[in-house]
C-alpha cells in the first residue's frame, strides 16, 4: 500500500526558510512523478512543484519559482520542497502528491484527484 508522510512544516517568520519532507514507502517510488500542492484555509487547493521520476525535470508555480526547490532521493525513498524567502500568502497546508501511473509527469493544471496523498503540514509564516 502507497504511504506518503509529510514533515518539516512550522512557524517561520516572513524572509525565513523551511525544508518540507515527503517519506513515501509501499511502491517503487523512482518509476513515479511526484509534487507537491498547498491549500490555505478557505481556498483552493493549488499545484506548488513537481519532479520527475528520475529528478531531472521539474515544474513551479510562478508564485514560488525562484524561492522553492523540488528534489527527489530515490535511494531513499523522499522527497524535499526547500522553501526560501517565505511570504505570509506561502502560509497553507502542504502536501505530497504522487500519480498512480508510472513515469507519468504531475504537470501544472494536471488533474490529480486520483493521486496518492500524503495527511499534510502545516506552514505558517509571520510577518
Known amino acids: 500500500q502507497v504511504q506518503l508522510v509529510e514533515s518539516g512544516g512550522g512557524l517561520v517568520q516572513a524572509g525565513g526558510s523551511l525544508r518540507l519532507s515527503c517519506t513515501a514507502s509501499g511502491h517503487i517510488f523512482r518509476r513515479y512523478a511526484v509534487g507537491w500542492f498547498r491549500q490555505a484555509p478557505g481556498k483552493q487547493r493549488e499545484f506548488v512543484a513537481s519532479?520527475?521520476?528520475?529528478?531531472?525535470?521539474?515544474w513551479y508555480a510562478d508564485s514560488v519559482k525562484g524561492r522553492f526547490t523540488i528534489s527527489r532521493d530515490n535511494n531513499n525513498n523522499i522527497m524535499f520542497l526547500q522553501m526560501n524567502s517565505l511570504k505570509p500568502e506561502d502560509a497553507a497546508d502542504y502536501y505530497c502528491?504522487?500519480?498512480?501511473?508510472?513515469?507519468?509527469?504531475?504537470?501544472?493544471?494536471?488533474?490529480?484527484?486520483?493521486?496518492?496523498w500524503g495527511q499534510g503540514t502545516q506552514v505558517t509564516v509571520s510577518s
Open positions: 502528491a504522487q500519480k498512480r501511473v508510472e513515469y507519468d509527469p504531475i504537470l501544472p493544471g494536471d488533474y490529480v484527484g486520483d493521486a496518492y
Open positions: 519532479i520527475n521520476w528520475s529528478g531531472a525535470s521539474t
